[in-house]
């Protein structure tokens, strides 16, 4: 028979209880919170934990600043995109003013171009019409100044002895 061999009953090591400091730091450590990180650093600053703690803050200050730089460089780009949309939009207001005045412009020009036509035109039915009635016969009184119209002109000029021009 084999001789068994005696059970040794191993007891679990002895539990180390951890410091005020070290308890404190196992519920800390993982907040994201400044101020809760200020407070444990006021409490236990002159400790390793105190020491971690200001490391752990000093990395939430830069998160926390480079997150803030982030929102400023998106804040000036989103302004930046926003100012050349409202300069391209009043660009394109200015565009559209140039071409309505343009329009405006020429739209003048043929309304006073036609004016002047119907002026040309009354000017020359009546000039047509009183040469007719003096016994210069300038043709149709159509108020179209062509040929005949300004023999009969040149012809009144003579027997009136006035120089007028013709054309």
């Known amino acids: 028979e084999t001789a068994k061999s005696p059970v040794v009953a191993m007891s679990p090591p002895p539990t180390q209880r951890l410091t005020d400091a070290g308890e404190a730091w196992v519920m800390t450590k993982d907040t994201q919170s400044i101020p809760a990180l200020e407070a444990f650093i006021r409490r236990f600053e002159n400790t390793y934990y105190g020491d971690l703690a ?15 730089a982030a929102k400023k460089k998106a804040d000036d780009d989103a302004r930046a995109r926003a100012e050349g949309e409202r300069q391209r939009v009043a660009l394109l207001q200015h565009e559209e003013e140039k071409k309505r005045a343009v329009a405006l412009a020429a739209a003048e020009a ?19 019409s009183e040469l007719k009635r003096v016994g210069c016969d300038p043709g149709a009184a159509d108020g179209t100044w062509g040929h005949k119209a300004k023999e009969a002109l ?12 013709s054309d």
């Not at 200001?54 to 803030?68: F, G």
């Open 54 to 68: 200001k490391v752990r803050l000093e990395d939430l200050k830069q998160a926390d600043a480079a997150k803030e």
């Open 110 to 128: 043929a309304k006073e171009a036609a004016k002047e036509k119907a002026n040309a035109l009354a000017l020359a039915r009546n000039l047509q």
């Open 154 to 165: 040149r012809e009144f000029s003579r027997l009136s002895k006035v120089a007028l021009p």
